[in-house]
């Protein structure tokens, strides 16, 4: 082999070795984004605070004129989300509660005897229902714009009577 034709072959099985390493890196690239991809679980962490104006709340002689939401991540698909609401009378009422959003149905904790079954539904949308004696007594739907900026909760509470009560949250995010 001529010396000019040794040096060519090394060089082309290096170019070789580059375009797969270039090759390689644009996939990554382009694949990343899509791993990092918050669902939407993830993307209700944060301060959300009730727009009272837009939300549909049942009617009530004491009703509610601002509240809040803080929600934290705690784990694997697990939130504890924190609850304040102000009244038209100056009561204060903080609730928390420590949600696994993993599908599977869970003891409630607490006075209040119970199951809580949590899932993502979609990217944008978190379902919770809420079982006693085996019976749904509440449903919880959220959705998040893709924006990231607005959440509605929709839910569904059936007295012991079996009477539904529905209201709509609207949540902005701060």
Same mark, same amino acid.
Not at 91 to 100: G, L, W
Not at 105 to 116: A, F, I, N, R, S
Not at 136 to 141: I, K, N, R, W
């Given at each position: 082999? !001529?010396?000019?034709?040794? $040096?060519?072959?090394?060089?082309?099985?290096?170019?070789?070795?580059? !375009?797969?390493?270039?090759?390689?890196?644009?996939?990554?690239?382009?694949?990343?984004?899509? #791993?990092?991809?918050?669902?939407? !679980? &993830?993307?209700?962490?944060?301060?959300?605070?009730?727009?009272?104006? /837009?939300?549909?709340?049942?009617?009530?002689?004491?009703?509610?004129? $601002? +509240?809040? %939401?803080?929600?934290?991540?705690?784990?694997?698909? @697990?939130?504890? *989300?924190?609850?304040?609401?102000?009244? @038209? &009378?100056?009561?204060? /009422?903080?609730?928390?509660?420590?949600?696994?959003?993993? +599908?599977? *149905?869970?003891?409630? *904790?607490?006075?209040?005897?119970?199951?809580?079954?949590?899932?993502?539904?979609?990217?944008?949308?978190?379902?919770?229902?809420?079982?006693?004696? +085996?019976?749904? #007594? $509440? *449903?919880?739907?959220? #959705?998040?714009?893709?924006?990231?900026?607005?959440?509605?909760?929709?839910? @569904?509470?059936?007295?012991? &009577?079996?009477?539904?009560?529905?209201?709509?949250?609207?949540?902005?995010? %701060?």
């Amino acid at each position: 082999m !001529s010396p000019a034709l040794a $040096s060519v072959v090394p060089a082309r099985a290096q170019l070789a070795r580059m !375009s797969v390493h270039a090759v390689a890196f644009a996939l990554i690239l382009l694949f990343l984004p899509l #791993t990092m991809a918050q669902d939407a !679980s &993830d993307k209700q962490i944060g301060v959300w605070k009730l727009n009272i104006e /837009r939300s549909q709340l049942p009617p009530s002689p004491n009703p509610i004129v $601002s +509240g809040s %939401q803080t929600v934290e991540k705690v784990g694997p698909k @697990k939130y504890r *989300e924190t609850f304040n609401i102000v009244y @038209k &009378d100056g009561q204060t /009422r903080k609730a928390e509660t420590v949600r696994s959003y993993d +599908g599977s *149905e869970k003891k409630l *904790e607490g006075q209040v005897p119970g199951t809580e079954t949590c899932e993502i539904v979609d990217a944008n949308t978190l379902k919770c229902t809420t079982k006693r004696n +085996g019976k749904v #007594t $509440s *449903e919880v739907s959220a #959705t998040i714009l893709p924006d990231g900026k607005t959440m509605t909760a929709r839910s @569904k509470v059936i007295s012991p &009577d079996g009477q539904p009560t529905m209201s709509v949250r609207v949540y902005e995010k %701060q």
